[in-house]
């Protein structure tokens, strides 16, 4: 931690709690974005596979792939790549929290008085702020490669609300094994089968072209109502029931990996 920021943390209490906790969280969030800018390649590495993902369905198995629309692949594909990205780029938020615990930065954290729980939040924002990023340049990509859509700037708002409550649920399943591992390989493994998820359901091909069982799981799990939720909105259609249920999906999952995720700190700072 820079000289700068410990001076910023332990410069007195504040009167208000509220702006105690958002100042600190500003200042803890600045320097885990520094962290970021100063080694880029986190970012890149987070583009590479989901880019590599989208070369490879569009240009090489594409053309093979039925989906029943006349929309083009990259159109109907983009919303599961972009799941992928971010399931891909939280790896590095447990990654990060993970070197910070055996560090030893957490316990010089509490002999100062900062707000406990602006120390998660600072991996948490800085987690939303580099996911961004890599969305934003998996989506140039997309364009580059014929992606169109007719979404209006309203359209456009939902995705983006949609893609930010993924991510920020995803973030704080990461927090968990960042708390809780034991290696830095057991911090990040934990994101390979959300990476997975997305594979068994409508995010490369309708469920209904899956055999029964796998149908039935696809059609079930959480990514399935996501995607279709994203791609109605990029296709400017009116979007059914499954934004409900993919709310409902993303609000139950952010609120049961908190809960275990506060859990988890309280019991490694007291």
Request: charged residues 10%; hydrophobic residues 50%.
């Amino acid at each position: 931690m820079t000289t700068t920021t410990t001076a910023q943390l332990a410069t007195g209490t504040r009167a208000s709690t509220g702006s105690h906790f958002f100042g600190d969280t500003a200042v803890l969030t600045g320097r885990t974005v520094k962290h970021i800018t100063r080694s880029l390649d986190t970012i890149i590495t987070t583009c590479i596979m989901p880019i590599g993902f989208l070369l490879l369905f569009v240009y090489v198995l594409g053309g093979a792939i039925h989906t029943g629309t006349n929309t083009s692949y990259v159109n109907y594909l983009l919303p599961g790549i972009l799941l992928i990205t971010v399931a891909s780029g939280i790896s590095y938020t447990a990654y990060r929290l993970f070197l910070d615990m055996q560090g030893g930065i957490f316990e010089r954290f509490q002999s100062m008085p900062i707000a406990r729980s602006s120390v998660l939040w600072a991996h948490v924002l800085t987690s939303m702020i580099a996911n961004v990023v890599s969305m934003v340049v998996v989506v140039g990509v997309a364009l580059l490669m014929g992606f169109r859509t007719g979404a209006s700037v309203l359209d456009w708002v939902a995705v983006a609300g949609i893609l930010l409550l993924f991510t920020l649920a995803l973030t704080w399943i990461a927090v968990i094994p960042g708390l809780s591992a034991k290696s830095v390989d057991g911090a990040s493994a934990f994101s390979y089968p959300l990476i997975f998820l997305p594979f068994i359901s409508s995010a490369f091909v309708p469920t209904a072209s899956m055999p029964g069982p796998v149908a039935w799981f696809a059609q079930y799990q959480p990514v399935t109502p996501i995607v279709n939720s994203i791609r109605d909105l990029f296709t400017g259609q009116p979007v059914g029931s499954d934004i409900w249920i993919a709310l409902a999906w993303l609000v139950g999952i952010l609120v049961v990996a908190y809960v275990f995720a506060q859990v988890i700190y309280r019991k490694k700072i007291s």
